[in-house]
């Protein structure tokens, strides 16, 4: 999925998951070697399915600060956070 033309279509790879099977397959001669030079972070998630792949994008964002997602993501926070705190930077309606 991730290989066409003998070469990687991703520019990194986050191995994410509850057990092991994310450390063994990364040890594994059967993950290949091309993918796993793409590799920039493994990380521990206590969920699966939709709650796990965010909880992946929270604990990943040191290795994605350059995707426009979490670029995105991090503006709407601070967003709500300074409507949260009344900073006076935000205003809305008429």
């Not at 066409?4 to 991703?10: F, I, Q």
């Not at 990194?12 to 030079?37: H, Q, T, V």
Request: include cysteine.
């Amino acid at each position: 999925m991730f290989i066409a033309n003998d070469r990687c279509t991703v520019n990194g790879l986050i191995l994410a998951g509850s057990a092991d099977f994310k450390n063994d397959m990364e040890k594994s001669n059967m993950f290949d070697p091309r993918l796993l030079a793409k590799v920039t972070k493994v990380v521990d998630v206590s969920y699966g399915g939709e709650n796990g792949l965010n909880q992946a994008i929270e604990l990943s964002q040191e290795a994605m600060v350059n995707l426009k997602y979490v670029q995105e993501k991090n503006l709407i926070s601070r967003f709500f956070s300074d409507i949260a705190m009344d900073t006076g930077k935000v205003v809305y309606g008429l």
